[in-house]
């Protein structure tokens, strides 16, 4: 009797070989021992384990691949650095990944009871081998209301992206983890279709529209840097009401998709648990590389839609002219036409002078002399699902104006180029009116680069912030006194857009639960108007006045009280009160119910001295119970869903082409304990 293991004949060559059978020439090399050899090894148990947990805590935190440490060059530094110790083996280091992953998740089922409301964020993936992944996240106080961000799941996706297999998957997970429905306050989701209709459906808390994605879509709308503008959608109306934005429906606009290009086939979401395992053992049998060789590069950088040959087409750019007039005397469309046609034209400059050896090296060489020899940043194109690129490729270019017009006035000057070269690079000249709608481009953007900066913390409460965020940017695109007409016009198209994504397509009650958690920060309140403040108290006090928070707030008052006191326990002077008939007053302590306007005033009072969120509601969740219960339901919700999106990042590294066999399951295991230790913050 033997025993067998699947795929794995080891155990049965060892039985042949063994005194029972005596066959010979069976065992594998790795199974032939030379006893001869005397054991050089020095290291205890303990010892050795310590070495091997090491290993694997390296291997999930930095993303490396099994066999690391037994490849030759780390083998030999480990035979040198400790003597006689071998590094587990890559197989052994995905049991122990798959043992891990098991403990953990029985952690997390113990600890969720005690977290309290939760707030998810959930979003798709696909990768550069078009294979779609979901993943979903939550976020939680602890005791002292740190924000923190915990990996629920990430799944592969297989079949079709139906909102009904996305909400399956949802509660799948929601359920294998323990989390009740009362627990959860929110979902914050992207604009897929798909994904929206999930959140929809009020199953999972309130539905919270991505702010970070809203912006990204206002900047791509409002300024058509990729995407040709149609003419059907111009005029602009930009006299419409607050009730008429409210109305205002333009789901089917195709940029929506376009746009989250990383999610272009969204269309609906999967069959997840049985299908999953069943096509991973398909591709386990069909691989040829090591379980733990790793898949594909970040989709981002795929998304450069002109390939690299593209500087060799025909150019025909009509030289831009723009008049400096009043706002009304520039078209949006053909404002907006330019723009497109610029952008266009400055990736081509900038695609023929990285490609080209001679014009590199002429840049690189005249910045550097302009700079006192220090290094300056080069030219860098953009991606369709990364506006801040535009930002900084527009921004890189105005910083290389003087070289860019050098070379353009005077390209003889440069040695080495053709004349075919010559030629195009004359017709890449930019014109003075080119360069100034670049500088207003730059100007219009920089806001928006400072607020998507704001908006992507992981660590930090951000819904409080995204409505601060909204304040800004509306008084920035409604300020145009000191502003040129192309300025102006461009404001005008962004408010426009604006309007739409971060007004009337944000889902109901979303406005007011920014607006709620920008009072109950204290950072926040202070620089918020007192109109707002006006608002989000009436809505604090209709949601309170209807909650079932029967928290009540001690507060000590002095109040005097006629007592009776026993003659045995007084004073002679007492005694001789007592005796000619004075009563004796004396001061107690007493509890009166402080009322939920008495606990704003309170905290409206002490937020004014007060500048860090954590710190504040630490100290005073006792003093302001129902103001605390009300921000651990609003303010723990993030804005954005940030987290999801740098959990992709990370499995994109973990899934690179060096690891192309890696299987979903396993990559799974690898994000979720890369983030296990947030579960020691609520011990």
Request: include cysteine.
């Amino acid at each position: 009797v033997y025993k067998a293991t699947k795929l794995s004949d080891s155990n049965l060559r060892k039985h042949l070989s063994s005194s029972c059978h005596k066959i010979p020439n069976v065992l594998f090399k790795s199974q032939t021992y030379d006893n001869s050899k005397p054991n050089l090894t020095t290291i205890s148990s303990e010892r050795r384990k310590d070495l091997n947990d090491s290993i694997i805590d390296a291997v999930v935190q930095d993303g490396l691949a099994f066999d690391t440490f037994r490849r030759p060059g780390m083998a030999k530094f480990l035979s040198v650095a400790i003597p006689g110790y071998v590094a587990p083996h890559r197989k052994t280091i995905r049991r122990r990944i798959a043992t891990l992953y098991s403990l953990h998740t029985k952690k997390l089922r113990d600890l969720v009871p005690r977290l309290g409301f939760l707030s998810l964020t959930s979003d798709i993936w696909k990768n550069s081998r078009q294979v779609h992944f979901i993943a979903l996240t939550a976020h939680a106080f602890t005791s002292n209301y740190e924000h923190v961000p915990i990996v629920i799941g990430c799944r592969r996706i297989l079949g079709q992206h139906t909102s009904v297999s996305i909400e399956r998957y949802i509660k799948y997970e929601l359920d294998r983890i323990g989390i009740k429905p009362s627990q959860v306050v929110s979902i914050t989701t992207d604009n897929g279709s798909n994904i929206k209709k999930v959140a929809a459906t009020l199953k999972f808390g309130a539905p919270i529209s991505c702010m970070a994605h809203n912006l990204n879509l206002v900047v791509h709308k409002g300024l058509c840097l990729w995407i040709q503008p149609k003419a059907e959608d111009f005029p602009l109306d930009l006299e419409l009401s607050s009730n008429e934005w409210e109305d205002l429906d333009r789901e089917s606009d195709s940029l929506d998709d376009i746009a989250e290009c990383d999610q272009c086939s969204i269309e609906a979401a999967s069959d997840l648990v049985s299908e999953e395992e069943e096509v991973e053992k398909a591709e386990r049998d069909l691989a040829y590389n090591d379980d733990d060789d790793d898949d594909d590069n970040d989709v981002d950088k795929e998304v450069n839609t002109e390939s690299d040959a593209e500087d060799d087409i025909e150019l025909e750019f009509a030289s831009l002219q723009l008049n400096n007039n009043n706002s009304s005397s520039i078209n949006h469309f053909e404002l907006l036409k330019n723009v497109f046609e610029l952008m266009k034209k400055s990736r081509l400059i900038i695609k023929f002078m990285r490609n080209h050896t001679i014009t590199n090296e002429y840049i690189q060489k005249y910045m550097i002399s302009r700079s006192d020899g220090k290094k300056t940043g080069i030219l860098i194109l953009d991606m369709i699902i990364r506006w801040n690129s535009s930002f900084l490729l527009i921004d890189r270019l105005i910083n290389h104006k003087d070289v860019l017009n050098s070379m353009f006035a005077f390209p003889n000057n440069i040695t080495g180029l053709t004349e075919q070269q010559i030629k195009k690079l004359k017709d890449l000249i930019l014109n003075q009116h080119e360069w100034n709608l670049l500088n207003c481009l730059k100007n219009v953007l920089k806001p928006f680069l400072q607020t998507t900066t704001a908006l992507s913390g992981q660590k930090y409460p951000t819904m409080a912030l995204s409505f601060y965020v909204f304040r800004l940017l509306s008084h920035f695109l409604e300020s145009t006194s000191d502003d040129d007409s192309i300025t102006i016009a461009l404001k005008e198209s962004l408010l426009y857009w604006f309007n739409v994504q971060c007004k009337a397509k944000l889902p109901s009650g979303q406005f007011e639960i920014m607006m709620v958690a920008a009072f109950l920060d204290p950072s926040i309140y202070r620089v918020i108007s007192d109109t707002d403040r006006k608002a989000a108290k009436k809505i604090i006090f209709k949601k309170l006045e209807k909650s079932n928070i029967n928290h009540l707030t001690s507060l000590s008052s002095s109040t005097t009280t006629t007592t009776t006191i026993r003659a045995s326990k007084l004073s002679p002077l007492e005694k001789l009160a007592a005796v000619c008939g004075h009563t004796i007053s004396s001061t107690t302590v007493t509890e009166k119910l402080m009322t939920l306007d008495e606990e704003i005033s309170s905290y409206i009072k002490e937020a004014l001295s007060a500048d860090d969120f954590q710190e504040f509601w630490t100290s005073y969740c006792t003093k302001l119970p129902r103001l605390s219960s009300l921000v651990r339901r609003i303010n723990v919700i993030p804005a954005t869903s940030v987290t999801s999106e740098a959990l992709f990042s990370v499995a994109s590294f973990l899934h690179r082409k060096q690891r192309a066999s890696l299987s979903s399951r396993t990559l799974r295991y690898l994000l979720v304990l890369k983030n296990r230790q947030v579960l020691e913050k609520f011990e």
